[in-house]
């Protein structure tokens, strides 16, 4: 029997109370179709009430694709568990879903996104639940907020603190959906699914198994519906036996703002030389100095905010190719997209499973992890998923804690504080109005990362910022580097809210960064 059904009839078919799990990375891989669906149906009937949603990544954005949003009405949602959390700038209205958690209406936990797939994965196999060490020491930690994001969720906890064989573990209970609600490009009448036009896989499978074993009902969202027996096997993502009822929406979009790109689903490849080369300025400068610290055969995480464009400036040296790039949503290679398509790379090597990914990343697996910062403290923690003023700047941690948690080496890089003017001359940084706004700060919003946790296990760190490159020591953070053209004592630690310590052999970054071109010797070197 044909499991093909309209929107409007899966959605009545969710009950009260029901454990809703949905994939997503934003625009990536949404089922809005579905959510818009459910949306509608509690708006003329006033059901279904009381849901728990879960979202490993965000479930939409705020650039026309609602996701959750089409969910965040009074008594609809009791519950979410999110990795993360539609964003935007600050100048635009916050998602209704954000409105929601900061006036108490719900009540939100921010879950590492490896994390809530793991205990998805726990919940499909019926075990009890995920210990882990991800975690420890930051705001997941029930010895700080225990992932929640408002007084509503301090009421249930999702996690504790655990002893178990001598050490310490954060537990967090499985999660068994009563309902699964994925996205695929293709699905035949018995429900086999296909991803030939999707950036990533995220955590479908894992979604359908864990929805599907715990007697629930899986919900796919496809493009186009092809007749049974057609589809190859290999191509098959999440095979029928797991999927209850398809959708077909045949203008959903591919990631946000994107209607279609073939080189992010891996159908073409382009050409180098159409990516577009990022403007001197002093982000560009940022990132060079970022990129000096890769080395040739390395597997590298890079976040957003200023290393997303380090493979730009790589490609820009003429060494593309001598690192790989692995991004949670789970492209292996290629080039990692900025803006809307951020989260998708054009010409992977491999698209893996985000479980997977998430477990290569929590253990530590690959060499390097390149990110951002909203706030450092002098012991080198730091704040990236909290910013009270505007919730909605923020995604939330993401895989952030997943992938910091073993990282071998990680560098973080932004400016060093908010709101500053430059100029550049003759190789020469100049800071022609300073910013309001500190980002060295003696106490920090939230910690995603904790710098003593990182000493710990021998973890190298490095700050990047336009003015300075700070290092992680057993006493906390050290100025190693200046940029030509700036005061130590005025332009950096007057700056600063906290004290730093300076290297005593404190040298200049390297002024070839601070030139327009590329030099001949840098170019020769790649």
């Not at 990533?200 to 979604?207: I, N, Q, V």
């Not at 003015?467 to 630690?493: F, K, N, S, W, Y």
Request: aromatic letters at 6%.
């Amino acid at each position: 029997m044909s499991k093909i059904r309209t929107a409007a009839d899966v959605a009545s078919l969710v009950e009260d109370g029901a454990i809703v799990a949905v994939n997503s990375s934003s625009g990536l891989c949404c089922p809005d179709a579905i959510l818009a669906a459910l949306g509608e149906r509690f708006r003329t009937e006033g059901a279904p009430r009381n849901l728990t949603t879960i979202h490993p990544i965000a479930a939409g954005d705020m650039f026309g694709t609602k996701g959750v949003d089409h969910l965040a009405q009074p008594g609809m949602i009791r519950r979410i568990i999110g990795g993360s959390y539609p964003s935007g700038p600050s100048s635009a209205e916050p998602p209704v879903i954000r409105q929601m958690v900061r006036r108490n209406e719900v009540a939100a936990y921010n879950v590492p996104s490896g994390i809530i797939f793991d205990m998805l994965r726990e919940g499909a196999a019926k075990r009890p639940g995920v210990m882990t060490k991800v975690g420890l020491d930051t705001f997941v930690d029930p010895a700080q907020e225990g992932c929640a994001m408002n007084e509503a969720a301090q009421a249930e906890p999702v996690v504790s603190r655990i002893d178990f064989m001598g050490e310490e573990w954060l537990y967090f209970p499985a999660i068994r959906p009563t309902v699964a609600i994925i996205r695929a490009t293709t699905g035949d009448e018995r429900g086999n699914l296909t991803f030939e036009d999707e950036g990533a896989y995220l955590g479908a499978m894992e979604l359908a198994l864990a929805g599907h074993n715990n007697g629930g009902i899986v919900i796919a969202q496809v493009r186009r519906v092809a007749q049974a027996g057609t589809l190859r096997p290999h191509d098959v993502r999440v095979p029928g036996i797991l999927v209850d009822y398809v959708v077909e929406t045949p203008d959903q979009l591919q990631t946000t703002a994107t209607p279609y790109d073939p080189a992010i689903s891996g159908e073409v490849f382009k050409p180098l030389d159409s990516f577009a080369l990022p403007e001197f300025n002093v982000a560009k400068i940022m990132a060079r100095r970022v990129a000096r610290e890769l080395q040739p055969g390395w597997a590298v995480n890079i976040g957003f905010g200023i290393s997303a464009n380090v493979p730009r400036i790589l490609l820009e040296e003429g060494r593309h190719g001598e690192v790989t790039w692995v991004i949670e949503q789970g492209a292996v290679g290629g080039i990692p997209l900025l803006d809307f398509k951020f989260g998708c790379a054009a010409n992977a090597e491999a698209f893996v499973a985000s479980p997977h990914q998430f477990t290569y990343f929590q253990a530590g697996g690959f060499d390097v992890s390149l990110l951002s910062f909203l706030q450092i403290h002098p012991n080198g923690s730091v704040n990236v998923s909290k910013l009270s003023a505007q919730p909605h700047v923020t995604a939330g941690s993401g895989g952030f804690v997943d992938i910091t948690s073993r990282a071998r080496r990680i560098i973080f890089s932004g400016y060093f504080n908010a709101g500053a003017k430059f100029s550049i001359s003759d190789g020469r940084l100049i800071i022609e109005r300073e910013g309001k706004i500190a980002k060295i700060v003696d106490e920090l919003e939230q910690i995603s990362f904790s710098g003593p946790r990182a000493v710990a296990q021998g973890q190298e760190v490095l700050y990047i910022t336009e003015r300075c490159v700070m290092q992680l020591t057993p006493d906390g953070l050290m100025v190693t580097e200046i940029a030509p053209g700036i005061d130590l004592q005025t332009q950096i630690l007057d700056q600063a809210r906290a004290p730093l310590r300076v290297s005593p052999t404190l040298r200049l970054m390297d002024a070839s960064l601070f030139h327009p071109h590329v030099s001949p010797a840098r170019r020769a070197a790649a």
